[in-house]
T-cell receptor
Framework: NAGVMQNPRHLVRRRGQEARLRCSPM?????VYWYRQLPEEGLKFMVY????????ESGMPKERFSAEFPKEGPSILRIQQVVRGDSAAYFC??????????FGPGTRLTVT | RKEVEQDPGPFNVPEGATVAFNCTYS??????FFWYRQDCRKEPKLLMS???SGNEDGRFTAQLNRASQYISLLIRDSKLSDSATYLC??????????????FGQGTTLQVKP
């Protein structure tokens, strides 16, 4: 996975809580993508970020979801007021350019 | 209509069999095509890119038919270790490529001894 780290690997939240998912690409990999995989479904694109900029957020739900990739530190996917339907595997991928992406191991979010 | 469609399977085949997966995509402007492999809901891993001329990597052969918007993956001499979900993936953007990938639902392969 070219050193793409995600944490936590598993996250349990009660309905209404906030979930923060982190993605740490390798140094120099400034393109980050977030995907969501619901049970029994394929991965769905959520958002594409470069350092400090959101390039494409066409797959992000309009409410409760936000993403950032600050100049320093990991990319964060934030889900406010989680609901049961947010339970899924969230994968990030990263690379030096859009043509080469390496996926992290994913975070499995369970909302109880 | 889904942007990328695959038969979810499962395909159950004996070791040594040849198996073929198909995939169709809806955006005729799509430029890049891939097959990924996903094991037990772990992260997807790139299996191979797919080129118009067709390409082969060992026991795996990928084909692209742009006119029919159809992609295929052929696995020869199946091994137990080939058991996984195979994801058809399309990058729908050409010159404005942002790297956004569109995934099919995946086709599950079970290779039996």
């Amino acid at each position: 996975n070219a050193g793409v780290m995600q944490n936590p690997r598993h996250l349990v939240r009660r309905r209404g809580q906030e979930a923060r998912l982190r993605c740490s690409p390798m140094k120099g990999h400034s393109h980050v993508y977030w995907y969501r995989q619901l049970p029994e479904e394929g991965l769905k694109f959520m958002v594409y970020l470069q350092k400090e900029n959101i390039i494409d957020e066409s797959g992000m739900p309009k409410e409760r979801f936000s993403a950032e990739f600050p100049k320093e530190g990991p990319s964060i996917l934030r889900i406010q007021q989680v609901v049961r339907g947010d339970s899924a595997a969230y994968f990030c991928s990263a690379g030096q350019d859009p043509y080469e992406q390496y996926f992290g191991p994913g975070t499995r979010l369970t909302v109880t | 209509r889904k942007e990328v469609e695959q038969d979810p399977g499962p395909f159950n085949v004996p070791e040594g069999a040849t198996v073929a997966f198909n995939c169709t995509y809806s955006n005729s402007a799509s430029q890049s095509f891939f097959w990924y492999r996903q094991d037990c809901r772990k992260e997807p891993k790139l299996l191979m890119s797919v080129y118009s001329s067709g390409n082969e990597d060992g026991r795996f052969t990928a084909q692209l038919n742009r006119a029919s918007q159809y992609i295929s993956l052929l696995i020869r001499d199946s091994k137990l270790s080939d058991s996984a979900t195979y994801l058809c993936v399309v990058n729908p953007q050409g010159s404005s490529n942002t790297g956004k990938l569109i995934f099919g639902q995946g086709t599950t392969l079970q290779v039996k001894p």
